[in-house]
């Protein structure tokens, strides 16, 4: 077989990656508004529901432009690992690598960063300089806590699967007209993981900004 070449490689990770990454556009979305929601409920101390209300297009889209800014960032900063990987390596294999660089990265960006989208709820401190100096005074425990959130819950979901690729043949969830009760189990799971590190994620960025010396009063009851 013929040893396929660093451009042909580079084009098959890009397009297995960008092709997931366009199938789950739709389901970013939704994340993005609900960490939106999570956030406005901890910064004016209402009920979820009463935020979800509130929120209108003129908060949430820019919210939503904000956050795909900075997974850009994080994709634009991991993508150079493809140049390091074994060429030898399978595509599914390096687009896995590629994903959990990813993940990192945007862990990392969202540390230094992640209270620009934050801003756009309340309207103070939009700009990205004062997200800068917001994430740079609370860098590293702020890059923890998200790690907790982030990290080890995408871990804990790819162990799920690969625990479960022992078991099942197939990662279909409906496998000749029955259910795939396996899969079902392993895709609830990973949905209930990934609701909570976004939540939680959510709550600790939008901590970082109201304990940010752009203290309104209400924002600092909300911290208290």
């Known amino acids: 077989m013929a040893r396929r070449t660093g451009g042909g490689r580079a084009l098959s990770l890009f397009d297995e990656l960008s092709g997931k990454t366009t199938s789950s556009g739709a389901t970013s979305f939704v994340w ?3 960490a939106m929601c999570v956030q406005g409920a901890v910064i004016y101390a209402a009920p979820f529901a009463e935020v979800g209300k509130r929120a ?3 908060r949430t889209f820019p919210y939503f432009l904000k956050t795909l800014a900075l997974l850009i960032a994080a994709l634009v900063i991991s993508l150079p690992l493809f140049m390091f990987l074994p060429s030898e390596l399978d595509v599914s294999l390096s687009v896995l690598i ?12 969202l540390s230094l960063l992640g209270t620009w989208p934050t801003s756009s709820i309340t309207g103070r401190g939009t700009s990205l300089v004062d997200a800068l100096r917001r994430g740079a005074a609370r860098f590293f425990p702020t890059s923890g806590r998200l790690v907790a959130g982030m990290v080890l819950p995408a871990i804990l979901s790819m162990l799920l699967v690969v625990v479960a690729s022992q078991f099942e043949t197939s990662p279909l969830l409906l496998v000749d007209g029955k259910p795939n009760i396996v899969m079902f189990a392993i895709s609830a799971a990973a949905a209930f993981l990934q609701a909570l590190g976004v939540s939680y994620a959510a709550v600790v960025l939008a901590r970082d900004y109201i ?3 752009q203290g309104a009063a209400e924002f ?3 911290a208290a």
């Open 32 to 34: 993005s508004y609900v």
């Open 56 to 58: 209108g297009f003129a």
């Open 98 to 109: 590629l994903a959990f660089a990813l993940l990192v990265a945007y862990e990392l960006v």
């Open 211 to 213: 304990s940010s010396d």
């Open 220 to 222: 600092d009851a909300a």
